[in-house]
């Protein structure tokens, strides 16, 4: 028997209902309409049932699901906005002609909710600490300068090569475009040793990358650092994450090498293309992120 198709015991279902009307009765998370929609139908499905005294299963708390979703969105939409601040990498109050506006936390909601599949949530389930990230589409520059108002940074990386995403941004250095979604914002990972090369390749044909996990982008990681200062956490101080180039499928360059980011010595140092893939005897880290474009 699948788990949806379990039937409840009194206890299971009241537990449940609990869970649903809490989230409902909480007026500090501004709902969308169309979820709280949902979740105020398939609680009045329940009671229908109940009162006929009918047989109720896990599939039909379905909608809850859907709610702790949006409520988890909902909770971090300020922040990554405010995220954004540093540098006018965009800020909703200070408006850059030219820029495309940023999605609203209904919209956030929505495409994450229709866009997501329900491989790529597993995976976002795997995470140690999901972080939702509200993302432009516009030069790497900018999100350079956003890192360097939350702390300076040492500009000693090689330029990244201009990526599709960025074609259309890069003349103008404008917002094209948004992306949202979750990247794993743990401070530390586990590390593989192993051959770089080897490892990556063992990690695109695993079980992870074929449920849609990617790897964060440089742009990402570069937002994920800003927040980390900002939160006194900051991650990979004592480790390093391999990185995907921004808007690239593979994470291997056309060099053959590899992008990371970390922290070393005090000084926030985003690199791009430094590692060798048959590099020997290293710790491999995959930082993983499952975003969509809206």
Known sequence: MSEAAKKLGDAQIQERINEAEEALKNEKIKLPKDVFKRAAEGLMKINEKL??????????????????DAINI???????????????LYNPEKPIKG????????????????????????VISQMKNPVLLVKPITTWKRFAKNLNSAKKIRQNSRESEWTENEKDACITNKITGWEVGFVEGEQELEGRPGVLGDLIKEWQEGNLAKKGAKLVTNNEYMLLMARSIK???????????????ESREEIIGKDRRVSYGSWSADVIAPRFNV??????????????AVMVKI
Do not use: C, M
């Open 74 to 88: 909902v909770q971090q939409y300020n922040e990554a906005i405010e995220n954004l601040k540093g540098g006018n």
């Open 99 to 122: 820029d495309k506006k940023a999605p609203t936390r209904e919209e956030v909601v929505t495409t994450l909710h229709s866009k997501l599949t329900k491989e790529q949530k597993e």
């Open 51 to 68: 009162e006929k005294r009918l047989p109720i299963f896990e599939s039909d708390f379905e909608f809850i699901e859907e709610l702790k």
């Open 231 to 245: 939160k006194g956490t900051l991650i990979d101080k004592a480790t390093w994450s391999i990185l995907r180039g």
């Open 275 to 288: 590692y060798d893939t048959d590099a020997h005897d290293i710790f491999v880290r995959f930082r993983l």
